[in-house]
């Protein structure tokens, strides 16, 4: 089962329906405490990190998704989704992020090129288990871009105004800035092999 966590922030159907076009039994909620080692746990999310925070924290769903992720449930994070794991935003001064990675979430400031950005962007990839992704377009809508602490964490990198971690990995759990749901068959691709590697 692919538990796609519902907290009023956008993307949630399309994800749903890439996540069925690849054969998966999904359902959209608010409860993701029957969440066991054998399902996955999907965070999506398009909109403001604080509105999308308190959103978490109104439903408890914050702390779930903490203790679900430390006790080793498989776990996707997608754009804000992605974001929300960091300690903080620059878009939302003083609330707090799950914490989950170490870093911050910083906004672009480059003004040659347009903010946000939206579009189609390449990603490097640093890790040998997504060697066939590299240089693979995405589609990516964001302002804002994350910064780990820990370079290890690092899955992908984007070039946009700087070279940016665009996706990170840890042992159960994968996390994008770009939107794999809207990213054509290269994007099913990607999400495909997240969610068979998070079950390996």
Not at 4 to 28: K, P, Q
Not at 36 to 64: C, E, K, N, Y
Not at 190 to 196: A, D, I, Q, R
């Amino acid at each position: 089962m692919i538990f796609i966590v519902d907290y009023d922030a956008g993307n949630i159907r399309s994800v749903d329906r890439a996540c069925r076009h690849l054969g998966y039994t999904t359902t959209i909620t608010k409860d993701i405490s029957s969440a066991t080692l054998d399902d996955t746990i999907v965070l999506p999310g398009v909109g403001s990190f604080g509105h999308a925070m308190d959103s978490l924290a109104s439903s408890r769903l914050d702390h779930q998704l903490k203790n679900k992720i430390a006790d080793g449930i498989p776990f996707i994070g997608i754009c804000l989704g992605l974001q929300m794991l960091f300690n903080a935003s620059e878009e939302s001064p003083g609330v707090k992020g799950l914490s989950i990675i170490d870093g911050t979430v910083n906004k672009f400031i480059d003004t040659k090129l347009p903010i946000p950005q939206i579009g189609w962007n390449t990603i490097e990839t640093l890790d040998p288990d997504f060697k066939e992704f590299n240089q693979q377009y995405f589609y990516f809508v964001h302002s804002y871009y994350v910064k780990p602490t820990h370079p290890s964490v690092m899955m992908t990198t984007t070039d946009y105004t700087l070279s940016y971690t665009s996706a990170i990995r840890r042992p159960n759990m994968i996390a994008t800035q770009f939107h794999p749901e809207k990213s054509g068959d290269v994007g099913l691709a990607f999400l495909s092999k997240c969610l068979e590697i998070l079950h390996e």
